[in-house]
């Protein structure tokens, strides 16, 4: 069992960056890949990025690819992504999510393959 606590959203300009945190309880992190997600009003979660347990294989969705950075550190049980050139549409809602396996196979985008979720922390870009 694992509980999942985000961190580092607010309001930002188009442009801007934030980081967010996703600091997790129990006593192995080490052993989950974890991903973050993001939902919009009105608009179904969707997957924006995943690492696996070592941080060797990261993922991403096309929207973010080159803009936000996926990245662990698991001596502190803490799952970071980095957001850069924000834009008006990355304003969502952002859940991290843990998932029952080091690795991916594949699936790393589908919101069924994660077992543990936090409660989100709000991004707004404003134009």
């Known amino acids: 069992q694992v509980q999942l606590v985000e961190s580092g959203g607010g309001l930002v300009q188009a442009g801007g960056s934030l980081r967010l945190s996703c600091a997790a309880s129990?006593?192995?992190?080490?052993?989950?890949?974890m991903g973050w997600f993001r939902q919009a009003p009105g608009k179904e979660r969707e997957f924006v990025s995943g690492?696996?347990?070592?941080?060797?294989?990261?993922y991403y969705a096309d929207s973010v690819k080159g803009r936000f950075t996926i990245d662990r550190d698991n001596a502190k049980k803490t799952a970071y992504l980095q957001m850069n050139s924000l834009k008006p549409e990355d304003t969502a809602v952002y859940y991290c999510?843990?998932?029952?396996?080091?690795?991916?196979?594949?699936?790393?985008?589908?919101?069924?393959?994660?077992?543990?979720w936090g409660q989100g922390t709000q991004v707004t870009v404003s134009s």
């Open positions: 999510a843990a998932r029952n396996s080091p690795y991916y196979y594949g699936d790393y985008a589908q919101v069924e393959s994660y077992h543990y």
């Open positions: 129990g006593r192995t992190f080490s052993t989950y890949a």
């Open positions: 690492i696996s347990w070592s941080g060797g294989n990261t």
